[in-house]
């Protein structure tokens, strides 16, 4: 008996002895990282599940825990995903230095995104993210985006004649679930040339059902200990259901994709390079070559046209809400950004690309401070390929870093009066004050939103239709909370009552 007892402890001291030899680089880099975050202040914590417990609490509690250790340590702190650490950044000079080191997206969060979204732009790196962010700059240049105007347009008139029936009615309304169809509408004409009447279906379409399901999915699963371990997660219902969806829709875009293919080999004029102004998204980057006459493949398409709906519609709906409900909240700017789309809408049905750029400067403005008030993208994630200095200190690579983007832009020492809605806050005097890093709601440098021009014009195009037609107030009944996850959203909507003019 002892010598099996004996043999089976060789057994196990050798294969454990085998594995740290095989893995010995990695843990020297986790020492190593261990030792760097030891410069930066931690909560107590458990000495194996770290802060898990903390993290994993529901939403609202675990937000303003964040925000109360934000306060608390002023620029940087520790928390530990168990027994990882994660240097949770909330100053501009820190953020500035990471964003600036072109540091890679981080593998933690947005491995969780790519059964979905595969090595879509959100979060490859290294090589094939220059050469797919270039070959991409190509559909979101400016004379791709006059073209979309048309549908901003068009799909904001379908959302008007929807809405003048809850004005008709005079009952309140959740607004959020509607900017979401918009959302859905707009990208999915400007991605597939799809028209599947997302705003006035009674049933929603297959595809739409399943990136909705998707996005809430990957919001439950942050909050979930079982989350975090793939292979547990997996065993889960919610994981079943995740993985079987991310194959329906990845089986959807590869249908279309193989159509517009062969529609481009049957009829090569239409989409002639000279006509861009007609073309989709699709179109645009399957005719897109890099430098050595490559295009981009199938299965490139296929995960940044999903990333595509995931942060085009997710983000834009939300930025939507959000500044909808500010303008509700203070009738006074509601009424300042309808005195601009009075100007441009009195004489004419649609806005042009020249109204969004030259005459809707106030709309931007409080566009801007309801994007500062609620961060739609809460959090950015990155991983040190390299050492970096933050704050005096040096970090080495495989650092995982947290820039708190919703934290950066309430610190009152930047921004007073942080929780007030003040548009003016983004007047070029008052900008030319601040740190440009102080308010980076679409990240900053080389990896910043490579969509920001198409939302911003959405948005402009939507808020000016809506407040031109209609005076919009809260429900007092219903009161407004935040959810913020990868995409910061109203925890039960927003309901508002809106009266025509």
Known sequence: MISIFITLLTILIVLVVSLILQRRDDIRQYLEICKALKQFPSPPKHWFFG??????????????MLEKRSTEYKT????????????????????RSIIKSSAPKGDWSYAWLKTW??????????????????????????DILKSYVSIHNRCTDVLIQKWNKHADNHASFN????????????????????KIDCQTAHERHPYVNAVYQLSYLITERLFRITGYVDWLYRLTESGRRYYRLCKFVHQFTEKIIREKRQLLKENTNQY???????????????QTRDEDGNCLSDKEINDEINTFMFAGHDTTSSALSWTLYCLAKNPEHQAKVREEAD???NHKDDLEWDDLNNKL??????????????????????????????????LPPGTHIVIQLYILARRSEIWPEPDRFNPLRFSEENIQKRDAYDYIPFSAGPRNCIGKNFALE????????????????????????????????????????????
């Open 343 to 345: 100007a441009i809408l």
């Open 361 to 394: 400067a106030y709309t931007l403005m409080c566009i801007k401070e309801a994007m500062r008030l609620y961060a739609v993208v809460p959090n950015i994630e990155r991983k040190l390929d390299d050492y970096v200095e933050i704050n005096g200190k040096v």
């Open 76 to 95: 940087c702190f520790v928390h530990w995903y168990g027994l990882y650490p994660f240097l949770f950044c909330n100053n501009a000079d820190a953020a």
């Open 175 to 194: 607004l959020y679930e509607d900017m979401k169809l918009l959302a859905f509408d707009v990208i999915l004409q400007s991605a597939f040339s799809l």
């Open 117 to 142: 979204l595969g090595d879509g732009l959100i979060g490859v790196n290294g090589n094939k993210w220059g050469r797919n962010r270039r070959l991409l700059t190509n559909a979101f240049h400016f």
């Open 51 to 64: 802060h898990l417990k903390e993290l994993t609490q529901p939403n609202e509690q675990c937000v303003q």
């Open 272 to 286: 002639d390079s000279n006509q861009k102004r007609r073309l989709d998204f699709i179109d645009i980057i399957l």
């Open 458 to 501: 959405e948005l402009k195009i939507v808020l000016a239709k809506i407040i031109y037609n209609y005076e919009i107030e809260l429900d007092p009944a219903r009161q407004v909370t935040r959810y913020y996850s990868v995409i910061s959203q109203p925890t039960d909507g927003i309901w508002i009552k809106i009266k025509r003019r």
